[in-house]
């Protein structure tokens, strides 16, 4: 992996209140690794590095992750993206060591054997990983990177790195992810289904993570990013009770 300015990453995610919850907690006191225990909220603020910052952000398919992710990047023009590694096949307009390095399954696999990835996974027919020695020199240089993942490589991240901001982004609504689902999308309702169930599954992973941001306007969520990759995100810690309650009204059929 080496970074990038510009975003790169499209591997899917299994991607009158304002966006930000109303209340503010202090972080939890253990902000640094592991799943949640008792599945409560990770929450927090993560340890202070004098060197570089690595910022995962998840969220189900349908939250605007990555139209926010975009719009971060050029808001905060210190924040880069990884470059992740990929089996398929460069598209015209692409270029090795920009957008991906491109390998081959057998390449990957070898990587894979050799403990080489901060996080991997399979997206339909095609493997995608996040190299980890590329990561720790970037860090070491006082890099901020931001990696766009699913919540399984969020895990995986987490595992490896423990000192990784971990950011979820929440609907306001099931109504508005599904509505934001056809906005985007030409596929049959059958498939727009499935995503749906799949997003609801993705919902229930909330709590492994350290900031949650609702994504009701997309300029008030954007700015609460900003807080967060600024180090001022304790406004937004996964711990606050009222995201507890606000999931699970997500959860809910009728959320």
């Known amino acids: 992996m080496q970074t990038s300015p510009a975003p790169s990453s499209e591997r899917p995610g299994s991607n009158p209140t304002g966006s930000n919850l109303p209340g503010s907690n202090p972080p939890g006191s253990n902000p640094l690794g592991g799943d949640p225990p008792d599945g409560k909220p990770r929450g927090g603020q993560p340890q202070v590095s004098d060197l570089g910052r690595l910022y995962v ?24 993206f990884s470059v992740s590694y990929t089996t398929r096949q460069p598209r015209p307009n692409e270029v090795e060591g920009r957008d991906y390095h491109f390998v081959t399954q057998a390449q990957f696999q070898e990587m894979v054997a050799g403990n080489e990835f901060l996080e ?51 609907p306001p609504t099931r109504r508005a992810l599904e509505e ?30 350290d900031y949650v941001v609702v994504n009701d306007r997309f300029e008030q969520a954007l700015a609460d990013l900003l807080s967060i990759v600024q180090e001022r995100g304790e406004a937004f810690a996964a711990t606050r009770p009222e995201v507890a309650r606000f999931a699970a009204g997500l959860l809910d059929s009728g959320g």
């Open 57 to 80: 952000i998840a969220a189900p398919s349908g939250a605007g992750k990555t139209s926010l992710v975009k719009a971060l990047m050029q808001r905060e023009p210190r924040m880069r």
């Open 180 to 209: 934001r689902l056809r906005a985007r999308s030409t596929d049959s309702d059958a498939v727009i289904q499935r995503r749906l169930k799949d997003a609801a599954d993705d919902l229930a992973h909330w709590n492994e993570f």
């Open 120 to 170: 991997h996974a399979k997206v339909f027919d095609n493997f995608y990983g996040t190299g980890f020695r590329a990561v720790q020199t970037a860090l070491q240089a006082g890099q901020l990177l931001l990696l766009e993942i699913d919540w399984q490589g969020a895990r995986q991240v987490r595992a490896r790195l423990a000192a990784a901001r971990t950011i979820f982004i929440l």
